[in-house]
């Protein structure tokens, strides 16, 4: 997802912390009152700044809690989701401030992606002794697998602006461990990414997601259409890490007095190269700041209310897992994980390192990059309903098969003409469907747990980070055409699975 990629992931959940947004006539006052949900009364009384903070208003919104309204976990519970708000007739219908929070996220996530994707795409290659890089990977994908278990507490306890700044500080540790890559490292690094990343994709959904719902609410769009176009926008400017963060990567690595890199840490480029990464970080953790909070803790917990809410999220999860829908779903989260894997390890290591160099990794998974952002637009702009959803994954399905299928019948890989056009074509059709994946799989589960979206977007996490971790750890051991075939078997169950829920959902 690079993790993302969860991760992608992303997403949909519950968000952050303080500030909300009321809509005002021309003449000062407010047009309509927040939805009947809030507490009206209390919020109205002072209304100039068209951005008026509205905590106690927030306190008592939209999000159903996870668990029982007792009386002891009501103090505790913190509201996650602002008022909807109702637009004035003044303000343009396809504007809403929640724009401007995406963008704000967009952007976080570019910057502090596209050094972490151009480094997971190096890892696999760079350290190659005893496999060092490709089992820091398994350990984080495990890692995260495990935490995300507890991921959605943590959101919920910190809020999302909050847990999302947590979630940062694990990606800068593991730039900076590259500049001194070992075992004792390399891996602790991996182990506390996997916690931070955990907690990282559930806040971005969450936050994605309630920006896109007050979206469709203030537009007076459908909240589907709402969430295809936030989901769409937000997966292109991402995918745009690849293509900047891989570049960087091919400039720094190519253009050097020795072109034949040698993976270790006194070479000058990989340490330009880790430098400039984490400077990048560091700025997309600045913007990730001035993000909007909009909602906070309205008091501290106590130890019983957290272990109340831990047994409710608990059973929350549990009970997704009894559901169909999340049964039917699972193969294909299942998928994501395993391709993202193959893509990132086997793919650069097995595939562009043969064929280009070492030093071309960056080149092709750039172009790779680049087919992700369009897609990722394209898709998120068609995307309208469970209809057109199932279409455009339908289409990303056909691509990943093409590429498989190329793959298997053109290996093994040398340094030829036509290895060269194998090798480009499979990184652009591979993004398109890499693509559809991301944006899609956010905007159903968007559509299937409207309530529930920290659970359903940690599942997704949860499945698809066990799947990275495994394929990482068994990378080494099997054979390119046994794990293409694996790939093909594993998609076409995914998708009849797929197909088959969202048939049952639609009828």
Not at 188 to 206: K, Q
Not at 225 to 239: D, I, K, Q, R
Not at 324 to 334: A, G, N, P, S
Not at 429 to 434: E, K, L, M, R, S
């Amino acid at each position: 997802m690079s993790m993302e990629r969860s991760a992608s992931s992303g997403h949909v959940a519950v968000d952050r912390s303080p500030s909300g947004i009321m809509d005002r006539s021309p003449s000062g006052r407010l047009d309509r009152s927040l939805s009947a949900r809030s507490d009206a009364s209390s919020v109205c009384s002072s209304v100039h700044p068209l951005y008026a903070d509205d905590d106690e208003a927030e306190a008592q919104a939209l999000l159903r809690p996870i668990i029982p309204r007792t009386a002891g976990v009501e103090a505790w519970q913190r509201q996650d989701h602002a008022p909807m708000l109702t637009r004035s007739d003044s303000m343009d219908g396809s504007w809403s401030p929640y724009l401007r929070d995406l963008h704000r996220l967009s952007l976080c996530f570019l910057f502090v992606f596209l050094a972490y994707g151009a480094t997971q795409n190096l890892e696999s290659s760079l350290h190659t002794d005893e496999g060092l890089g490709s089992t820091s990977l398994g350990v984080l994908y495990l890692s995260l697998t495990v935490c995300s278990l507890g991921a959605p507490i943590v959101v919920m306890w910190f809020g999302s602006k909050n847990a999302l700044l947590l979630g940062l500080s694990g990606y800068w540790m593991f730039i900076a461990a590259n500049l001194f890559p070992s075992w004792y490292t390399l891996i602790p690094a991996s182990i506390f990414l996997g916690f931070t990343a955990s907690v990282l994709w559930v806040a971005e959904g969450t936050y994605l997601t309630f920006a896109a719902k007050n979206h469709a609410a203030v537009c007076n769009i459908p909240e589907a259409t709402a969430l295809g176009s936030f989901n769409g926008e937000f997966w292109g400017v991402f995918s745009v890490n690849q293509v900047i963060g891989n570049m960087l990567s091919l400039a720094l690595l190519e253009f050097r007095k020795n072109p034949d890199l040698q993976p270790d840490k006194s070479s000058a480029g990989l340490v330009e190269l880790f430098l400039v990464f984490l400077g990048s970080m560091t700025f997309g953790t600045i913007l990730a700041c001035f993000l909007r909070s909009h909602a906070h803790l309205t008091s501290r917990a106590s130890s019983a209310d957290v272990s109340l809410a831990n047994r409710g999220y608990a059973k929350a999860s549990f009970a997704l897992l009894s559901e169909r829908k999340m049964l039917f779903l699972i193969c294909l989260l299942v998928y994501t994980g395993m391709q993202q894997a193959f893509i990132w390890g086997d793919f650069t290591r097995d595939i562009i390192t043969p064929t280009l160099g070492l030093s071309w990794v960056g080149g092709v998974m750039a172009v790779y990059g680049a087919s992700d952002t369009i897609a990722s637009f394209v898709a998120g702009r068609h995307s309208s309903g469970l209809v057109s959803i199932s279409v455009i994954l339908i289409a990303g399905a056909c691509c990943q098969i093409l590429v498989m299928g190329l793959l298997f019948f053109e290996g093994p890989f040398e340094q030829d003409s036509r290895s060269y056009f194998t090798v480009f074509g499979a990184a652009v059709i591979w993004g398109v469907g890499d693509a559809t994946f991301n944006t899609q799989i956010s905007a159903v589960l968007g559509i299937f747990y409207p309530n529930d979206t920290e659970a359903a977007f940690a599942q997704w996490k949860i499945w698809q980070s066990a799947a990275t971790s495994a394929a990482f750890f068994v990378s080494p051991y099997t054979t390119l055409s046994s794990k293409i075939t694996f790939l093909f078997i594993s998609l076409l169950l995914s998708m009849s699975l797929f197909l088959v829920v969202t048939w049952r959902q639609s009828r």
